[in-house]
């Protein structure tokens, strides 16, 4: 009876998980979520969703803010913020952009427990967060938000084994949970240096100063650090157990830890005896139990604690980690993807693959000449091998290349126009714009097309993208802006135009450079030789080798002061 109770409460639950777990779906551009009946769960409204907090929830952005949501959808922070930056311990590391970027940190309630009043944090460990406040100093703080250290560290490092390290004066040492320095600075700095000084450190004498110049985080109760171009390790106390002499080391693991001294590598115990010689010439990226390393110019991979070969370095190329464990090698110049025990689990064929930034993790592969869209968690090719070429993504959409033919794919890598056009433009302002057969048009995110047409009869030569909801065109040599429905709002009568920003656009006549606003006004006379609008709206014009300044609204004002 029990063995029946047992396999049908099994049942219920891989039932219950199934029907709470979701998947993304794409529609005009954005994200939203579809349980297994196919069902939508979460509207697609969302710019951009990925993982957070060891894959518990995503992180959501919508109109730029970011926010939360759990496995099921529910939405635990509402899109808000400017940014998230991850999620330890209960607490979410939120950021809000004003004058100034204030950081602070909400639970899985939604709430703001700790205010946004720093200007950098890190996340928690061991109960505990580096955060930064408006002097640029570093301190500590514990989860109700009370000051653990003064706020005097240029660094801080996270905490591991109760202990983390600070640092001051570009020197390092140790700060225990209580805030108390293991190793503190100096009072008369760090002129006071002397060579016995530091023969004493080396000999394994604490002698209670800010003195290491790099470190590694603690683990299993020893910290590496760096002295004069060479690393050993320290105990919590601050004393040196075992001497700086390596060129290289790697932090303890169940008991022992890989280092590197004169090209050689070998595993050490605690105590700095060695434990085995290894053939490799230097390491790599290291997780969990297992280290890339390097022989001849090849990558392998060993068990971090024993050193016994996991498969032998054959690869070109291996690069870290992902999170399950999964990464990407080359070989004979072709990347493909292996996982822990190197098992080739997506085959070496690709000649080039790059992440697309700004996509749902996706990656764009190429195979000879021909390029196709792969999503790195899943393992598999979303499309078949068949572009050209595949731009950036922007505003949700990213132009695509086909038999010298242009077109359009979504986040998901779901085709919105397929590739049919002469040209293509990039989204923008929720429209593309692209060249058919005939004329230009503009694509919305249905892939609904609109004609663009002067003045209903002829077509324009020549159309770009949208900025501050306006669009310039050409017409016989002429130049103007027309707005989202095609209609032509400023004049066809510049020579030469530039995409507005921030309101302003620059505009050329008769070799004279000037700017206009939104509705065709001048801002500034068209009669300067050079314009240039820096990335604070400052607006410099050159007239005979004369500058002259003006604010993004055209109004004269001072040089602006160089940044120092």
Partial sequence: MKQLLSFFLLVLSLTTANAQSLTKYSSQGKIGFKNTSGEIVVPAQYDEVYEIGGDKYYCVELNHEKGVLDKKGKVILEPKYSFIWGFSEGLFSVEIYGEERKRGFADTTGKVVIPLIYQDAALFSEGICA??????KWGFIDKT???ITEFKYDKLSSFSDGVAFGELAGKYGLIDKQGKEIVSLHPDGLEGFTKTFLDNVEKGKNTGHFIFDDYQSFSENLGAVKLKEKYGFIDKSGA??????????????????????DKKMKIIDKTGKTIKDLKYSGFGFSREDVMNVKLDGKYGRIESATGKEIFPPVYSALQRFQKDMTAWAQLDGKWGMINKSGKVIVPFKYN???????SDNLYKCRVDNKFCFFDEINKKELTEVKYDSIGKFKDGFVVVRKDNKFGYVDMLAKELVSPNYRYARAFSEGLGTALNDKNWLFVNKNGEEFPLIYNGVSNYNNVGSFHDGLCWVFFNDKAGYVNKKGKLVIALEYDAVWSFDGGIAKVQLDSKIGCIDLVGNEVIPIQYDKIDIDYNGIITAVLDGKEFYFNSKGQKTEKPKEDH
């Fill in 131 to 136: 955060v930064m406040k408006d002097n640029k």
């Fill in 145 to 147: 938000g009370k000051e």
């Fill in 240 to 261: 040196i157990v075992i001497p700086i002499i390596y060129d290289r080391v790697e932090s303890f693991y169940k008991g022992t830890a890989i280092v590197q001294l």
């Fill in 352 to 358: 080039e693959k790059d992440y697309l930034w700004d």
